[in-house]
């Protein structure tokens, strides 16, 4: 339904949505009318007040009708509330699509013409003149979706030509760059060909004070202009600059080298790039980055192995009797063992040295379940390949408390020699019913006197 108010009597007036744009008269005073297009939020027929509905008479203005001496009921505030909000929104956003138009339609006529028919279809006034002048009758719903549709396309249209105007004064301006450069070359032709020998003897006289960045900064601008004479002598003093300038940078490199500690890997990997980079192949600075970054490998690894136990580790404690300290080095393998029942599960071995103030040095082989073979009586031996070397027998025995999870290897000061020479270790030792079994150690970085 349309609801809406006589201009004469102000007073309410109710008809189907199917009367849109059409004449006739007031029900109340029989004042001529036209019915306005239905707003979004007018309600439908089914939400009409119940009771008798307003009369209408339709027709020209001329016919004679009789008013309906009934008024309606009054619309709800809720329908009335809707009505005036739909009607705000229609207002809002028809005006805001309207400055936006004036704004486009001077810059681009054709995005502007989508603008303005979305313009007309939200504001009020025009759409209801538009569907009287034209006896059509337009559902809300297709207005807004219309105008939305329209909007976009509009905004499109506008952002396509902004675009393209935007494309348009670049190559403009690489137009008039490309012709103010060949207009400049030519006067720097011009000039050249008028002035070389006072251009040459300028830059002779630079190069006899050693000013050479600014000899070849003067003839930087006549380069590539014709003149073999000038190309040349450019070339030659171009490359001499370019010579000063990577002495230069290889001083300062070289000095922040002095600089660093003797353990600043990353450091010195940083420079010996720099340093490559301004003379390839150079075997020299190609060894060095080379053993920089095998450093920094090599305390990536020792990093990760610490973290798992297996690297070099550390502790001391108080002999109970003498009252002086025990110091301990202790590392675990780098590689498991495996045994059957009853010591199953993997396991890592453990290698000790210790000093003793009344037991003296020891090296210690330990595992955490399972059995070496070495009695108290025959002793036992193990063989030991420090690094790439042949292997060597050590002998060994059993604890004073016959624990067969752990034994000591004898020549202590041969051991620890040959330890301190290698990154790696291989100790092999024979097992209760599991015959002989290699254990690695990773044994670089000691730090033990």
């Known amino acids: 339904m349309i609801n809406f108010k006589c201009d004469e009597c102000s007073k309410p007036i109710q008809v189907s949505k199917e009367m849109a744009g059409k004449q006739g008269k007031c029900p109340h005073c029989a004042s001529p009318l036209i019915v306005p297009a239905p707003m979004v939020f007018d309600i439908d027929e089914t939400d009409a007040p119940e009771g008798k509905p307003i009369s209408w008479v339709e027709g020209p203005v001329k016919v004679d009708a009789p008013a309906q001496p009934a008024g309606p009921k009054p619309m709800p505030l809720a329908d009335k509330a809707k009505s005036f909000i739909g009607t705000l929104l229609y207002w809002v956003f028809g005006l805001t699509l309207a400055l936006w138009t004036l704004t486009v339609i001077f810059q681009a006529p054709v995005a502007a013409i989508p603008l303005l028919i979305a313009t007309v279809l939200l504001l009020p006034p025009l759409c209801n003149m538009l569907m009287v002048k034209f006896q059509f009758d337009l559902q809300p719903s297709f207005r807004v979706i219309g105008a939305v549709v329209l909007g976009v396309a509009g905004m499109l249209l506008f952002s396509n030509h902004v ?20 207009e400049q070359k030519k006067a720097d032709t011009d000039y050249l060909v008028a002035n070389k020998p006072a251009i040459t003897t300028q830059f002779q006289q630079l190069l006899d004070a050693k000013k050479i960045v600014e000899a070849r900064n003067l003839l930087q601008k006549y ?47 940083t420079i010996f790039k720099a340093l490559l980079a301004l003379y390839p192949g150079n075997k020299e600075y190609t060894d060095k980055l080379a053993a920089a970054s095998h450093e920094i490998k090599k305390a990536s690894e020792f990093q990760q192995r610490r973290l798992a136990g297996e690297a070099w580790d550390y502790e001391t404690t108080q002999d109970s009797m003498s009252q002086k300290p025990v110091t301990t080095a202790f590392i675990k393998s780098t590689n ?114």
């Open 336 to 449: 498991r063992l495996s045994f059957d029942f009853p010591y199953g599960g993997a396991q890592q071995a453990m290698l000790q040295l210790r000093k003793h103030p009344r037991w003296g040095q020891d090296v210690i082989l330990q595992i955490q379940k399972g059995q070496f073979i070495c009695n108290s009586y025959n002793g036992c031996s193990v063989s030991v390949r420090f690094g790439n070397g042949k292997p060597k027998r050590f002998s060994a025995g059993e604890p004073s408390d016959n624990n067969s999870t752990y034994i000591f290897i004898k020549g202590y000061n041969s051991f620890v020699s040959e330890l301190r020479k290698v990154d790696k270790i291989y100790i092999e030792a024979q097992f209760y019913q599991e015959g002989n079994r290699t254990m690695e150690f990773a044994v670089d970085g000691l730090e033990w006197k």
């Open 223 to 269: 380069k590539g202009l014709g003149d073999t004479d000038v190309d040349a002598m450019f070339a030659k003093v171009d490359a001499k600059v370019k010579e000063i300038t990577r002495d230069e940078q290889t001083a300062s490199l070289k000095a922040k080298l002095a600089q660093l500690g003797k353990d600043d890997y990353a450091s010195q990997e």
């Open 163 to 182: 675009r393209n105007e935007i494309t348009a004064e670049s190559k403009a301006a690489e137009s008039v760059a490309a012709q103010k450069k060949i």
